[in-house]
């Protein structure tokens, strides 16, 4: 961190808060393309640490994302859903955050060894997950309150701009392309179906945006989110899917026992059902369900055929620790077939054609299986 930087946040909070302190030497504590975490020791101040967020892109919308984000959560009733908003300093793109302290992430207990933990974790982060989203209902009415009382842009629809980094193409031009399979009759009529839960609708929430396993910190007080940069207003059935078609947007993608996936999506439906009474309705529910994991997986698989390494299976493959995550060929044939295990007979011509492709990857490249996280494991 620049002595700039860091000179500017302290005296964002020193403005906040109408008090002396004074911050002392910071520390990285993780970093990517959008955005840089430190910790820095406080004196003065009722913690001896806050977090200071500073965001890499030339842009404006991922550090207003976050700022809207929590200063909209702050105001939601009960336990906290992520850090407090000390101060922002907008000139540096910054935000001064409270310290949650050091705690495992999702990521972190899955990758583990113990299973009931990881099980019980999953299944309370999808419960904190829909709590958030039952507490949002009138989600574009607080978020444009928020926006305009903050000074704020409008929002830039998030969602859709991380959807769109799959790139421009259909479908069935990279799937043609790559496997030679005919798209079937209705399947334009199934991905239109799919892709209207991108539009506005009676089950639109505020959500973090991407709620992958290593964007929380699992504290003795509950689950605490993380990174609000694709914060926005969308269908919670897209952050439903996140348990049964698992991580979409997330490096830290293993299979999960099927029925663990329908107990944390049970989870996240019992909180909903609370503000949306509706969704107790099975086939209301599992229709909704079943369009967000056809979009997360034709998303997905999109982005695979476009950027992926389909030269061998291990094309892709990475290792994270001690843990090898399979190559893009894998994950293709995992979301395919988690897809699959849903579907019934809803989007049938999509489901037909998921089916066909799933069937192209095996001949081409054999029995392909995903491995389980390594705290899941029997």
């Known amino acids: 961190m620049s002595e700039e930087l860091l000179a500017a946040a302290e005296a964002a909070l020193k403005k906040a ?124 009415s607080l978020e444009e309150r928020t926006r305009r009382a903050g000074g704020y842009g409008p929002s830039n629809k998030p969602i859709e701009d991380y959807l769109s980094h799959a790139g421009k193409e259909s479908l069935s031009i990279l799937v043609g392309r790559r496997f030679e399979v005919t798209p079937p009759a209705g399947l334009d009529d199934d991905l239109a179906a799919v892709e209207s839960l991108l539009e506005p609708s009676a089950y639109d929430i505020f959500s973090p945006g991407d709620p992958c396993p290593d964007n929380n910190q699992l504290t003795p007080e509950g689950v605490r989110f993380l990174d609000f940069e694709f914060s926005g207003c969308y269908s919670l059935f897209l952050d439903a899917a996140y348990t049964t078609a698992p991580f979409p947007t997330c490096w830290c993608v293993l299979d999960l026992p099927h029925d663990l996936s329908l107990r944390a999506a049970g989870a996240y439906r019992k909180q909903v059902v609370r503000t949306f009474p509706a969704l107790a309705e099975d086939d209301r529910w ?16 999109r982005g695979l055929l476009q950027y ?47 089916r066909q492709i799933r069937d192209r990857l095996v001949s081409e490249y054999g029995e392909l299986t995903m491995p389980q996280y390594p705290a899941l494991v029997e």
């Open 286 to 301: 599992n229709a909704g369900l079943v369009r967000a994991c056809a979009l997360w997986t034709v998303t997905r698989l």
């Open 17 to 140: 808060r109408g008090t002396a302190l004074e911050f002392g030497a910071p520390t990285k504590l993780s970093g990517s393309g959008r955005s840089v975490v430190y910790r820095v020791p406080v004196t003065g101040a009722a913690a001896p640490t806050v977090i200071v967020k500073t965001y890499e892109d030339t842009g404006t919308s991922s550090w207003e994302n976050e700022a809207v984000a929590l200063t909209l959560t702050a105001g939601l009733p009960g336990e906290p859903v992520g850090p407090e908003l000390l101060a922002t300093e907008p000139a540096h793109r910054a935000l001064i955050l409270s310290d949650l302290g050091d705690h495992p992430a999702l990521s972190d207990v899955l990758l583990g060894s113990d299973r009931a933990g990881a099980e019980k974790a999953f299944v309370d982060w999808a419960e904190a997950l829909g709590r958030f989203a039952a507490m949002t209902r009138d989600a574009r």
């Open 308 to 354: 992926g390494r389909f030269s061998d299976l291990d094309g892709g493959a990475f290792d994270r620790g001690e843990v090898r995550f399979p190559g893009h060929i894998v994950e293709c044939h995992f979301r395919i077939n988690r897809f699959l295990e849903l579907a019934g007979p809803a989007v049938p011509a999509l489901t037909d054609y998921l």
